[in-house]
């Protein structure tokens, strides 16, 4: 503390200009941001300028609005627990074996992921609707599944190389079995990794309208579609939407606030890769 | 006998990877080859009971050609494009902007960076009911607050053409600037300090050190993220599908609205499917080199 202070006495002028110039283009910037979403969600809890939570209230009574919130409850879950496994087995697999085909299939993977999914979801229609998969919940869960799994795949490959091998072959020759060197020892050490692809998985599918708008029915609508009715009326009802935009924000902002300290190494990760 | 061999060594392998390969074949590339074959046909539908019966006639490349003559397809090309070469340098330049701001040591500015990303996490459709509540035509905040500072403040920002394109642009912007801040942040945190030092010795200034230290160490981080968002902005449907549907008169209409109207609107499934395949000729345009760059950097000297 002393230091800084010699510090700043030396440099005085000099350095808090700076400090306040950088303060202020910081303040705009996160004015900007953080503005429209506070506003928002305070809005969504007044009316005519006296607290209250009426609009979320609403949801118990509107059954429609509650079957939204519970499909997407349901369908971000699910898909959620479906990428997990699918991505980690599979990052394991590609990150531990020296697989024929392995560059192949992550360079396929890695492009993949900038594929145009609006393009993909043509073919995924007309083959859902003949096995009539279009508007139920398996159908937009695989959707959802297919929307994470290229990216989430890649982090788990990168995660399990992390994850000495040495360590591995230590536990084994001490008599370790596979699925106890997975339980006891890979996991826990890849569990940020796993966090990541969770928060991945959930908030693209908690997010989604592309593929709810084409791949789901009346009683599997989830909330992002109900925003999109209720935001295509001629007098947009502003309270409700703001209480379906508050609801939505929450989840995806909460799970990131848990896996955000693993979220800023993963970016410098790939700094230095 | 050498299959023998590689299914023994490899078996457990390939097993591990057996869902997360479904997956991309048989919903990512099958669908592509699907699309791109629907692309060359004329697809015509009868209901059956159970579902759609669809048969396709092969028209060779007629959908393409049709599409050059389409100035509906064009204009929804020239508007994705602006979109990108707007939204991203801009996204680009304002990141780097925030990415040197909260790499100083100043207080505060730790927390900052832990609520930096909230515009990229929350959904986009709650982005854009948020902008579009604030940016409401008749008593939107934003509207409000110009009326009190006298400038106007009976702007339809969504509804009119000579700002709606605008919009769009905004809330790219805002969605996708600080995530290429807090990215090329951790890039440049991964900078050895040490370089610094010594080019201060040397007596380079503040911009030289950027230009000479930051920017080339950054080079790798910045091209990814570059290629990531030109794909991203150019598939993204729904901001303009929440927002403006491609209208006041098409002038947001771009080629995922456009796609979805040939499809919704004219049923014409190959027709529209080459929108796609033209959407997805461009993203491998800038991909392609991209991977070519990065096999080179890998293999080559350093």
Known sequence: MSAMFARRAKFFSKRTGVALAVYFCLGLYFILLWGPILWGVNASLQENGTFTLQRYLDFEKDPKLKSNLQNSLLVATV??????????????????????????????????????????????????????????????????????????????????????????????????????????????????????????????????????????????????????????????????????????????????????????????????? | MKTRRILTRYGLGYLLLLPACLVVFVFILYPIVQALTYSLCTVDFTKKPKGLELTCTFTGLENYTRLWQDPEFLRALGHSLSLVALAVPLEFALGMGLALLLNQRLRFVPTLRKLALVGWVIPIASQVGLFRWMLAPDDGAVNVWLKQIGLGGDWNWFGEPATAFGMIVLMHVWRNAPFFGLTLLAGMQAIPQELYDAARIDGAGARERFVY??????????????????????????????????????????????????????????????????????????????????????????
Request: proline share 6%; charged share 15%; aromatic share 14%.
């Open chain 1, 79 to 273: 898909t959620t627990l479906g990428t997990v496994l699918v991505a980690t087995l599979g990052g394991y697999g590609l990150s531990r074996f020296s697989l024929p085909g392995r560059t192949a299939l992550l360079t396929t993977v890695f492009s993949s992921r900038m594929f145009p999914f609006i393009l993909i979801v043509i073919p995924i229609f007309l083959v859902f609707s003949q096995l009539s998969l279009v508007g139920t919940y398996l159908g937009v869960i695989l959707a959802h599944i297919t929307l994470g799994v290229p990216f989430t795949l890649w982090v788990a490959k990168a995660y399990f190389d992390n994850v000495p091998r040495e360590l591995e072959e230590a536990a084994m020759l001490d008599g370790c079995g596979r699925w106890t060197l997975l339980r006891k020892i890979i996991l826990p050490l890849a569990a940020p990794g796993i966090a990541l692809i969770a928060f991945y998985a959930f908030t693209i599918s908690w997010g989604d309208y592309l593929m709810v708008s084409w791949l789901s029915q009346e009683h599997v609508n989830t909330l992002p579609f109900k925003l999109q009715e209720r935001l295509q009326e001629r007098y947009p009802p502003w309270e409700s939407i703001l209480a379906i935009t508050t609801l939505l924000m929450i989840p995806p902002t909460l799970f990131f606030a848990l896996v955000q300290r693993w979220f800023v190494t993963a970016l410098g990760g790939r700094a230095t890769r």
């Open chain 2, 213 to 302: 230290i930051t920017l080339p160490y950054l080079r790798r981080l910045a091209t990814i993220m570059i290629v990531g968002h030109v794909a991203f902005t150019l598939n993204d449907y729904e901001f303009v599908a929440l927002s403006t549907r491609g209208g006041p008169a098409g002038a947001t209409e771009i080629l995922p609205t456009y796609l979805n109207v040939q499809v919704w609107t004219d049923y014409d499934w190959g027709y529209a499917s080459a929108v796609g395949a033209v959407m997805l000729g461009l993203i491998l345009l800038f991909v392609i080199p991209f991977l070519w760059w990065q096999e080179r950097k890998e293999w080559g000297p350093s």
